[in-house]
């Protein structure tokens, strides 16, 4: 099975301050409304791959360790002298002899030699307990990192249920994450402790088995996926079928190629961009779609996906939806559409409400990506309404819209002595408003798309042809001191030589200002000859993006986060596929592994896994919002894109190097998708 390629530690060797990944180890129904992880720790960083001690299996919807969890649930079998403090409870366990995939997690507990083992749904998950043959106390603990949560004990002892208000933010006061758990054999006596309850079984237990279900709109709702989606089956049936969920989803993309461990890292970042965004609605006794919403705190019909950001994931994560998974793509529109008629806005971080993070407003980006590829389930209307907000609508409220729109519509800029990351926003905004164009005129309003693609031209405000960068300004019009190696201050999370390129929409514009072909060329050329230097600037420290651009040895590519990830593939706009393809396999061979420092930094969401699988495939999307690609250069002999229309795509990979898609050869390629039949390439 190709699951069998997938490592779920990858990437998880992560701290505070050097990250190959800050990934979970999770199993999950892709996208399921729960994911299932391993805690060795209580803060933030939920999991660390050296740690050999396990605090329990956790019940988590963490998107990152900068954004935190919420409505989270640990469980830990134990035996002998009750124990509740996670770090105290903790067991030793080998990874060498549990079992760890996708669907299915089996862990040895050696200081209670418990056997203990799941499997998840999208809502719920099914548990084996295997205790010792000893004449000890037997239990389970279940906690959650809040006080706000209630556990009601049925009087048979084989029902639990309750609540858990635990969040980071994004969560109104009324928000909680209800929950039902069937037990096979009765709890016998049980104790209260903050945050959570023991259970205590009978010592003659052997084996325990529990199930659980999860609703954030109720406990009569929890009880319903329940019984929908768990207590029909036994623990090995829906091992099962996770593991054919998961066949299904990976099969979506076939590689042939004798490196195993190509094959492993490619499957591997497949799973991780089946993972986000998560869904976060449900369906009633009648089958109805319904969801609670984090933005209003009321129950609504339709669905709704969370746990995502935007800044990161329009890049390449939804531009590959929009190609092998089309009908979900929808779906996410028709639920990111829903936050706004909830909320008032489109949101820019969402987890599972509005979550005050990075900049930009790439709902707009994502939005265009699917109009644009003809991507049904969605109103277009609706959509270019609630782009158009965030274009033209000032906003006080952290998180959502235009942070300093008056002055964008005024000076054609953000002013560095008003705005932060002045430089990043203005790019950010006009390449905003070149999608923005793009769906104004689908829907045939010339005259507001007149308006945008002037304003998508705004990069050019912040173009200083004096020093050949992208660089801050004042509100009257003067440039502010620059440092090629200053982070920070107009740029966020980056400096200089990792912001200057975030012009997709008008990369020969923007060649054109750099003085030509020959001489963009060379400017991304340097970017890998230039030492790895960096003033901390306005960050005031080395923050850990800083230090893992030096770790890399790329120079001044900072694979580690997004801004440069469109940065390669310009220079097939120089005129260079070449150097195209030299540099994405450095990047493909050289940064990603299938192993626990598989990621060169945060694989955000998605974001950095699908890089990966579009790069390693030979295609890259030429401009977020568009549907057109370049062709780069696949590391596998074959690779076969499977669409829902029953077409495909072929890349092929000749015996002299070169690569072909569907047959044609070729050096370097625009390709063109299109949202129906037609076109040599049959993309949908």
Not at 454 to 471: A, P, T
């Amino acid at each position: 099975m190709l699951s069998d390629y997938v490592n779920i530690f990858q990437g998880t060797s992560s701290t505070f301050t050097l990250s190959y990944g800050n990934t979970l180890p999770l199993a999950a129904i892709p996208r399921g409304m729960n994911h299932w992880t391993i805690q060795t720790s209580e803060e933030h960083w939920l999991f660390n791959y050296n740690e050999p001690k396990v605090q329990g299996i956790r019940m988590t919807h963490q998107p990152s360790p900068w954004i935190r969890d919420y409505s989270a649930l640990t469980f830990m079998p134990q035996t002998g002298e009750l124990i509740s403090g996670a770090s105290f409870r903790s067991s030793i366990y080998r990874k060498s002899d549990g079992v760890f995939t996708p669907y299915f997690m089996e862990l040895n507990l050696f200081r209670y030699r418990t056997k203990f083992s799941f499997a998840p749904t999208e809502r719920g998950a099914a548990f084996q307990i295997e205790f010792p043959d000893e004449n000890k106390e037997k239990r389970l603990i279940i906690s959650t990192p809040t006080d706000k949560a209630e556990f009601k004990l049925s009087t048979d002892g084989k029902r639990l249920e309750g609540y858990t208000k635990h969040h980071n933010g994004g969560m109104p006061e009324n928000g909680a994450a209800y929950f039902v758990i069937l037990f096979d054999e009765p709890v016998i006596s049980n104790s209260r402790f903050s945050g959570g309850i023991a259970l205590e079984f009978s010592r003659s237990s052997r084996k325990c088995e529990y199930k659980i279900a999860s609703s954030f709109i109720s406990i009569a709702q929890a009880e319903i996926n329940l019984k929908r989606e768990v207590l029909p089956f036994s623990l090995d049936e829906i091992k099962n079928q996770g593991a054919e969920i998961w066949e299904k989803h990976l099969s979506k993309i076939q590689i042939e190629t004798s490196n195993d461990e190509y094959r492993k890292t490619f499957y591997s970042c497949l799973y991780r961009s089946f993972i986000f965004p998560r869904k976060f609605h449900e369906f009633d006794i009648n089958k109805k779609m319904l969801h609670y919403s984090p933005f209003d705190g009321k129950i609504h019909e339709g669905p709704l996906y969370t746990d995502n950001g935007f800044w990161d994931t329009y890049r390449t994560l939804f531009p590959l939806l929009s190609i092998i998974d089309r009908e979900i793509f929808g779906e996410m529109c028709a639920g990111f559409l829903n936050a706004y008629k909830e909320g008032g806005w489109l949101p820019q971080w969402m987890s599972p409400g509005y979550r005050d993070c990075m900049i930009g407003t790439h709902a707009s980006a994502v939005l265009a990506q699917a109009i644009m590829a003809d991507v049904k389930g969605f109103d277009y209307e609706l959509a270019y309404e609630a782009m158009k907000k965030d274009a033209t609508t000032p906003s006080d409220i952290p998180g959502v819209g235009r942070t300093g729109l008056e002055e964008y519509i005024k000076l054609g800029y953000l002013p560095a002595d008003k705005i932060p990351h002045s430089a990043s926003v203005t790019m950010d905004y006009a390449a905003n408003d070149f999608c923005l164009a793009l769906v104004a005129e689908k829907l045939g309003r010339k005259d507001d798309a007149a308006i945008w693609r002037e304003r998508s031209k705004n990069y050019r405000n912040v173009f200083s042809q004096e020093v050949n960068f992208m660089r801050g300004r004042n509100a009257d019009g003067s440039w502010i001191p620059f440092d090629e190696f200053d982070w920070g201050g107009p740029y966020i999370e980056g400096g200089a030589w990792q912001s200057t390129w975030a012009v997709p929409h008008e990369q020969e514009d923007l060649m054109t200002l750099m003085g030509g072909k020959e001489k963009f060329a060379a400017k991304l050329e340097k970017i890998f000859s230039t030492p790895p230097y960096f003033n901390a600037g306005t960050y005031k420290t080395e923050i850990h993006e800083m230090t893992e651009m030096a770790v890399a040895e790329f120079g001044q590519y900072a694979h580690s986060n997004q801004p440069v990830h469109n940065v390669i593939y310009l220079l097939n706009t120089a005129g260079r596929p070449d150097k195209t393809r030299h540099w994405v396999r450095k990047v493909l061979t050289e940064m990603y592994n299938s192993g626990e420092k598989g990621f060169p930094g945060d694989e955000d969401n998605g974001e950095m896994a699908a890089w990966y699988v579009l790069s390693s495939c030979g295609i890259f999307p030429a401009c977020p919002g568009k549907t057109d690609y370049f062709l780069g250069t696949s590391l596998f002999d074959k690779a076969v894109l499977h669409l829902e229309n029953g077409n495909c795509i072929k890349i092929n990979r000749s015996s002299n190097g070169k690569n072909s898609i569907n047959g044609t050869e070729t050096e370097a390629l625009s390709v063109k998708i299109s949202g129906r039949e037609g076109l040599d390439l049959q993309i949908p």
